[in-house]
């Protein structure tokens, strides 16, 4: 049985290498505590399954300079949906520190939709301060970012409460509108 120490790694192999037999072997021996099938499928999904790869031809350069310039709206568009909902919970339950809100992103049942997103802007991180990352792992990070936003993923968690979210706040609506044109951009590749 795997600790969840071992899903961090887990998790990170599986987005650089992928594999639908990986998955299955995830599935079968993880102890389920901060990353779950779910998550690991939505990484192998995002990296394999988005149509836009198919059709559209992206060179190494220019998913550097994309996932260059999506990241700080990633963060930005995370912390507004982690005031967002720490407002909500704060509403119904009081106020709490940093900490023991972290506590409850992290344990929380009601926040695993939120997952994807952490998991994908790390993943982004680790891809752009990684020397030896592979065009391959670039192209793959790309795809997870626009998978994150896209219809297309089967099991994307993250994407209903995201557009809930979204008709509510003028700060995620505002940080959407910053990635919206860069994950277009891609479009015009």
């Given at each position: 049985?795997?600790?969840?120490?071992?899903?961090?790694?887990?998790?990170?192999?599986?987005?650089?290498?992928?594999?639908?037999?990986?998955?299955?072997?995830?599935?079968?021996?993880?102890?389920?505590?901060?990353?779950?099938?779910?998550?690991?499928?939505?990484?192998?999904?995002?990296?394999?399954?988005?149509?836009?790869?198919?059709t559209m031809k992206i060179n190494d350069e220019r998913a550097i300079q994309f996932l260059g310039e999506i990241r700080k709206p990633l963060l930005v568009l995370h912390k507004a949906i982690l005031d967002h909902e720490r407002a909500l919970y704060e509403k119904e339950f009081g106020p709490v520190t940093?900490?023991?809100?972290?506590?409850?992103?992290?344990?929380?049942?009601?926040?695993?939709?939120?997952?994807?997103?952490?998991?994908?802007?790390?993943?982004?991180?680790?891809?752009?301060?990684?020397?030896?990352?592979?065009?391959?792992?670039r192209f793959g990070a790309v795809e997870s970012v626009v998978g994150l936003f896209s219809e297309d993923l089967p099991g994307n968690i993250f994407l209903p409460r995201y557009r809930q979210i979204l008709q509510n706040s003028p700060d995620i609506l505002h940080a959407h509108g910053q990635i919206a044109p860069i994950l277009k951009s891609l479009e015009a590749s």
């Open positions: 049985m795997w600790k969840a120490d071992d899903e961090t790694i887990i998790l990170r192999l599986l987005f650089r290498f992928g594999s639908g037999q990986f998955i299955e072997m995830f599935h079968s021996k993880c102890a389920f505590s901060s990353i779950s099938y779910m998550q690991a499928s939505f990484t192998y999904l995002s990296m394999h399954y988005c149509s836009w790869s198919q940093p900490a023991a809100f972290l506590q409850v992103l992290i344990n929380g049942s009601g926040f695993r939709w939120l997952n994807p997103l952490s998991v994908m802007i790390a993943n982004v991180d680790e891809i752009l301060d990684d020397d030896e990352a592979t065009s391959a792992d």
